[in-house]
């Protein structure tokens, strides 16, 4: 049985009932929590007995008037105080349209009515408040991580920015119009698709002589894939993967070096690493000896982690990088999870990514930038998706890329997104039909890539 009475009962109006004394007592609590000392516990109750203040401004004001050698920490605390007051009283209010667009969600029909001028519509205004805008055309740009990344680097290189090729595999007779169709220059070195953070983190360490892959090959047919580069075409023998291996370094190398801005785009938090070593792979375990590899799902604590290795190794070699992070908003196409369906698996990765790329981007404030490319897929476009729901459209396409130019280019001018679209599946999967039979008869023929 409760013994609560209605004397016990203290009401906290708007502002504050400053003349209490549950008022007082319990305002002091709260600076004892944030470490007042005995000094400042003592000229804080004596301020309100003798000043008989109205607000944290009032309170402040007499504190000020003593001698500081009498107040302890009293006025560092309560000045804090006064800032957190105001903040609080204040951080909901819509304030000017601009602070409106930044902290009020948008497409509220009841504003568009009342205040027109005030109202923003999602799928035209772009989720962004900072805009540093330090890339020209002239400034070397290059990106890595999950196959979202590869639209990014697509489009980078139809506008004729400076995207860095240091190895190039854009065959000879393909136009470069026609590059957001394929798989081509996807990145400055042919280090292919990295789905999770420690595989960026082992590529970038590999550049600089920090780590090196131990030789392995995994059969795929007839032919041969890197475990740590998912590239095309595969080898077709041991031999080529041996003398592309230290040709990849090098380019490897010289991309980074080469790079002043590096975009991250992280994909993943299921991951698999082999058992021996724990050196993560890029592609799926299904070609693998299973015996070999084991999953692991990453947490945030560990992808922060990863990425301040990645971080550290590339600025201590590339003093100056600028990092641009982005969690890729394509969803898990499979889970391993043996507990949640593929949906909330999905929603647990991107969360994990989400969280660890705000951790990662607070801790390097002059020099790390995070791109909400995920939030303008998943809530700031109409029709972001393909048939398949998971790849990306072109109108998802081409709302990341005006971000970026809003938040990052120099230049504001407006830019073309070429278009393109996902083959339908049919046609997709003759496709590949075609060119393996294709790549069959050139071996038989005795045509080597």
């Known amino acids: 049985m409760s013994n609560l009475k209605l004397s016990d009962v203290r009401v906290a109006v708007p502002g504050g009932d400053w003349s209490q004394p549950w008022f007082a007592e319990t305002l002091v609590a ?12 003592e000229v804080v109750r004596s301020a ?16 000020q008037a003593l001698p500081p050698s009498s107040c302890g920490n009293a006025v560092e605390l309560v000045t804090g105080l006064q800032r ?25 029909q009841r504003t568009k009515i009342s205040y027109p001028e005030r109202f923003f519509d999602i799928f035209e205004d772009l989720p962004y408040r900072d805009a540093p805008r330090f890339i ?54 042919r280090w292919g698709v990295l789905f999770n953070a420690p595989s960026m983190r082992q590529m970038v360490e590999r550049a600089y002589g920090l780590w090196e892959p131990e030789p392995i090959l995994v059969n795929k047919g007839d032919r041969f894939v890197d475990p740590f580069r998912s590239i095309r075409p595969l080898y077709d023998d041991v031999e080529g993967y041996v003398a592309d291996f230290e040709r990849h370094n090098q380019a490897l190398r010289r991309s980074l070096d ?8 992280l994909g993943l938090t299921e991951a698999w690493k082999f058992a021996h070593n724990g050196d993560y792979t890029s592609i799926a375990p299904a070609h693998i000896d299973p015996a070999l590899v084991r999953p692991h799902e990453l947490t945030v604590e560990e992808n922060v982690d990863e990425l301040e290795r990645l971080y550290d190794v590339y600025a201590r070699n590339r003093p100056g990088i600028k990092l641009i992070v982005s969690v890729s908003p394509v969803p898990l196409n499979r889970t391993y999870s043996t507990h949640n369906h593929v949906l909330a698996a999905n929603s647990l990765s991107k969360a994990t990514l989400r969280v660890a790329a705000e951790t990662f981007c607070r801790n390097h404030t002059n020099d790390v930038w995070y791109m909400p490319s ?34 990052f280019l120099e230049d504001q001018n407006s830019l073309l997104t070429p278009l393109w679209y996902e083959e339908p599946v049919e046609t997709n999967i003759a496709a590949k039909r075609m060119r393996s039979f294709a790549r069959t008869w050139a071996r038989r023929l005795g045509v080597r890539r």
Do not use: K
């Not at 309100?48 to 504190?63: C, G, H, K, Q």
């Not at 957190?84 to 969600?105: H, I, K, L, M, S």
């Not at 979202?148 to 090729?165: D, E, K, P, S, T």
């Not at 700031?380 to 970026?404: I, K």
């Open 30 to 41: 709260g600076l004892v929590r944030e470490e007042l000392d005995a000094d400042g516990q």
């Open 374 to 407: 995920y939030e303008v897929v998943t809530y700031g476009t109409q029709n972001p998706w393909e048939a398949d729901r998971r790849h990306v459209s072109a109108e998802a396409v081409s709302r990341v890329m005006t971000l970026f130019r809003a938040m």
């Open 258 to 265: 080469t790079c002043e801005v590096f975009i991250v785009t």
């Open 84 to 108: 957190q007051a105001d903040f609080n009283r204040n951080c909901y209010t819509p304030g000017d349209p601009e602070r409106q667009r930044v902290t009020t969600w948008p497409n509220n």
């Open 48 to 63: 309100f007995a003798d000043s008989n203040p109205e607000s944290a401004a009032d309170l402040l004001a007499a504190l």
């Open 136 to 189: 020209t055309p002239q400034t070397p740009i290059g990106s890595a991580g999950s196959c979202f990344a590869l639209r990014i680097a697509h489009q980078l290189q139809a506008w004729g920015y400076n995207y860095v090729i240091e190895e190039d595999d854009l065959p000879p007779d393909l136009p470069l119009d026609q590059l957001s169709a394929t798989s081509y220059r996807m990145a400055p070195a």
